[in-house]
């Protein structure tokens, strides 16, 4: 048996104030209930991470109506930090620069030779080229100097001033029946308008809709609301499982407020356009102001 430390001490307090079970938080948090009694019981080696240890814990925190930031920053000794495993990624940056290598070495290697199948196909075009040009010099009938009779070039002339007057009434008609160009509409813009440590504000502009869809290229904790503090969305995004992406429509809103728990696994889409952003931090807080067009 584990014996309760002081966080776990505290969030089973928390609950029995608000006169909550385990069965009844399990309902509330969607959490395993094993998972949180390990919690209760510091015993952290049960989840299957540790990540997962503190997205749980947060929601733990919320449900019975603790501050979940305060809450990590007084028990932030205890509580299990997420570590970032870099080794396979370099691994695989090595062996692609190899096998650019050996691609390149390839390349070298045929380059003579292509470039004088290059210059024997160049040249046997140019000799085929002379030669047909001597030979239709040679064979090429004179033409023969006659003028057509007086009567049919005067009869030639009027025709040509008759299409000339007409194909400048053509012109003018077709000025006339011109309608003007309607104006472009500007593309979408999504720039930064300012950035603080883990916290980045963008702004929307030109754009007739605002839908926001995150996906989840591992596994992330997700919290979306808007500007007023109304959530639309808060839960677990993870890769390969039923709910993997998340898309809300916030067209009617002035502005997205999202709080991401692993920005590394976590990719962002604003009206089908992705959101580039630095991952430096492990959670981040994203805003995202609607500037709507004026009609």
Known sequence: MFELTELGNRLKEARQAKGLSLDDLQAATKIQKRYLAGIEEGNYSSMPGDFYVRAFIKQYAEAVGLDPDEVFDTYEGEIPSPVRKDLPEQLSRVKSRKGLAEGNSRVFDLLPKILIWVFIIGLMAGVYVIAQNFVGNNTAPKPENKQPPASIVENEDKKNENNTAGDKEDTEEDKET???AEPETPAQELVVAESTGGSTTYDLKNADKFELKVVSKGETWVEIKNGSGKSFFR??????????DHTVDLTN??????????TSDTEIYVNGQKLEYESKEITQNITIRYIKTEQ
Do not use: F, H, I, N
């Not at 839960?235 to 993997?244: D, I, N, P, R, Y």
């Open 178 to 180: 011109e309608e003007p």
């Open 253 to 262: 809103e002035s502005e997205a407020v999202m709080r991401v728990g692993k």
């Open 235 to 244: 839960g677990m995004l993870v890769e390969g499982k039923e709910k993997a």
